[in-house]
Antibody
Framework: EVHLVESGGTLVQPGGSLRLSCAASGFSFSTYEMNWVRQAPGKGLEWISYISDSGTTMYYADSVKGRFTISRDNAKNSLYLQMNSLRAEDTAVYYC????????????WGQGTLVTVSS | EIVLTQSPATLSLSPGERATLSCRASQSISTTLAWYQQKPGQAPRLLIYDASTRATGVPARFSGSGSGTEFTLTITSLQSEDFAVYFCQQWHNWPPMYTFGQGTKLEIK
């Protein structure tokens, strides 16, 4: 069974840093492009970052560019999101999501991990 | 950036009724559109991709249609488990700048 499990979410002060992880199982992780999508409390979904299957190509939404870094370790079947210079508006549930091989839809998603940025 | 606008924001219907949800793109995106269902406390679940293809395991009462800038998700004969929030998402451009609609909440009348 395909499974994605995020971890690392917690309460962090403004200006702080945090690293999220996403552990994948049940599929050939190294052959799939991956993404991070976030959802602020009571709000909609916001795509924030993409990484190619090899890990050599990354893209970011303008809202996080220069502050967040996506990476992956295919040997460990893991995806990461390094978050620096955190702001209150970064408070959200962060989901990792597998991108379809032949299109840009996301399936499956992890269950999400909550990041709260507050003093 | 391609903006997706969903309507209505909230749809109140009774079980057994038909639901029609709309998603409009700010520019033509061909059929590069997906629909997701999200229940409280859960991750989004893929329902439809390529505007009209049902994902694996999705009941036949869910159908998607449209191309270009106008898209529709139809749910025939609503079941209790269908009351949730629905999002559309596009992937038309490269490099990726994926965007989602703001969501339609389908609630029990």
């Amino acid at each position: 069974e395909v499974h994605l499990v995020e971890s690392g979410g917690t309460l962090v002060q403004p200006g702080g840093s945090l690293r999220l992880s996403c552990a994948a199982s049940g599929f050939s992780f190294s052959t799939y492009e991956m993404n991070w999508v976030r959802q602020a409390p009571g709000k909609g979904l916001e795509w924030i970052s993409y990484i190619s299957d090899s890990g050599t190509t990354m893209y970011y939404a303008d809202s996080v560019k220069g502050r967040f870094t996506i990476s992956r370790d295919n040997a460990k079947n893991s995806l990461y999101l390094q978050m620096n210079s955190l702001r209150a508006e970064d408070t959200a549930v962060y989901y990792c999501a597998t991108e379809a091989v032949i299109g840009g839809w996301f399936d499956p998603w992890g269950q999400g991990t909550l990041v709260t940025v507050s003093s | 950036e391609i903006v997706l606008t969903q309507s209505p924001a909230t749809l109140s219907l009774s079980p057994g009724e038909r639901a029609t949800l709309s998603c409009r793109a700010s520019q033509s995106i061909s059929t590069t559109l997906a629909w997701y269902q999200q229940k409280p406390g859960q991750a989004p679940r893929l329902l439809i991709y390529d505007a009209s293809t049902r994902a694996t395991g999705v009941p036949a009462r869910f159908s998607g249609s449209g191309s270009g800038t106008e898209f529709t998700l139809t749910i025939t004969s609503l079941q209790s488990e269908d009351f949730a929030v629905y999002f559309c998402q596009q992937w038309h451009n490269w490099p990726p700048m994926y965007t989602f609609g703001q969501g339609t909440k389908l609630e029990i009348k």
